[in-house]
């Protein structure tokens, strides 16, 4: 008999476990030690979902009270451990574990927020929270520019896409598992494509440069002040 909650778990642990590898890969491209590896891959893999659970108020984080939610990260860091000198040439792995954690987060953090009564609004703010939060402490951790930050990265997006989709769907009565992978699916490859052909979005300010941030634009500027 399915079961809608052991397949949410089972959904939480996978994309637990996608971003648990991207942050172990992270750490031995940084050359953490192990220990590092365990703390990076945890730190990624947990905390976007101990932040969903700490804001709906739902008591103890799943990450501490269901201890099956360590073993992803442990995992991951071993795997990486043993099998990271023969894929280290291939970066684009980092970025491929981190999409996939992403395209199942985005949908179980909606899913989660929904379920406790939020609004749909809330929900999908909360999916996208759950969804780049704990790459955002892994990128801090690391010393790198986060990528919900990074110009030349889509990340809120995809997730933005995979909430807002997840939203519609329960509220028509249509999620189920064959939904969900195609929303899984569409967020997974909207991220990598973004990745992989470089799709931006405008920088805060209007006719701004990427290179040299706006300088030539404000050059423009003082030239057309001086002017008048």
């Known amino acids: 008999m399915f079961s809608f909650d052991l397949a949410l778990v089972w959904l939480d642990l996978a994309g637990v476990f996608f971003f648990a590898v991207s942050g172990s890969l992270l750490a031995a491209r940084k050359q953490f030690d192990i220990i590092g ?17 700490i804001i709906i108020g739902t008591g103890i984080p799943a990450a501490f009270s269901n201890p099956v939610y360590l073993l992803p990260p442990v995992l991951a860091a071993g795997l990486v451990y043993f099998l990271f000198f023969s894929v280290q040439r291939f970066t684009s792995l980092l970025t491929l574990f981190d999409a996939g954690g992403l395209a199942l987060f985005c949908i179980t953090g909606t899913i989660k927020a929904l ?3 939020l609004n749909p609004v809330a929900a999908v703010l909360l999916g996208v929270t759950t969804a780049v939060g704990g790459g955002v402490l892994r990128d801090i951790t690391a010393n790198e520019v986060p990528s919900l930050f990074n110009d ?4 809120a997006l995809p ?3 995979g909430a807002a989709l997840t939203a519609w769907l329960w509220h028509s009565g249509t999620f189920n598992g064959a939904s969900a992978g195609l929303v899984a ?4 490859l909207f991220r ?3 990745w992989h052909y470089g799709w931006r979005v405008p920088l805060a300010v209007r ?4 290179t040299g941030q706006g300088t030539k634009v404000k050059v423009r500027q003082r030239k057309k002040f001086r002017r008048s």
């Open 185 to 188: 699916a569409a967020v997974f």
């Open 207 to 210: 006719g701004w440069y990427r």
């Open 115 to 117: 379920v406790a009564g």
């Open 159 to 161: 997730a933005f896409l």
């Open 37 to 53: 590896s365990l703390l990076l891959a945890s730190l990624v893999a947990l905390g976007g979902g101990v932040i969903r659970d």
């Open 192 to 194: 990598v494509a973004a």
């Open 152 to 155: 030349r990265d889509l990340y």
